[in-house]
């Protein structure tokens, strides 16, 4: 009997504590970034794909990502025009080479884009630090 009050004590005790972290939780409304307020929206047709068509949308954003971070390192400028351009460059590419794809090649592209920007990445960030853009 002891043993059940103990586990039944401690189960209370620990649910408590969960629910007390979890209303610390407090979500903001804000989405506004720290740098380049105006960035450019995602194309109306990102915004609404389907949830089984995400993984076309993650590609593009990571093109968009990998775009971004190559323009940055090969101007050795971070200017907010060039981190955050309109999204047509990375829609052509998604369009010329990847609309027809199969799921497991868009996964793959989306994994090798990613690879390449967060590469990229490194040179980057020093060259967005200086100007306050990162």
Known sequence: M?????????FLLLTGTIASAERDLVPTLNNQPDVCP??????????????????????????????????????????CVTRYPSWEAAEAVYFDRYSAADYWSVVEATSDYRRQAND?????????????NW
């Open 2 to 10: 002891k043993r059940t009050t103990s586990l039944v004590c401690l």
């Open 38 to 79: 105006d960035l450019p929206p995602e194309p109306e047709w990102m915004r609404n794909t389907e949830a089984r068509d995400a993984h076309k949308r993650l590609l593009v954003q990571q093109i968009y990502r990998f775009q971004s971070m190559e323009r940055i390192v090969d101007a050795q400028s971070c200017t």
């Open 120 to 132: 990229l990445r490194k040179q980057a960030m020093p060259i967005c630090e200086a100007a306050g």
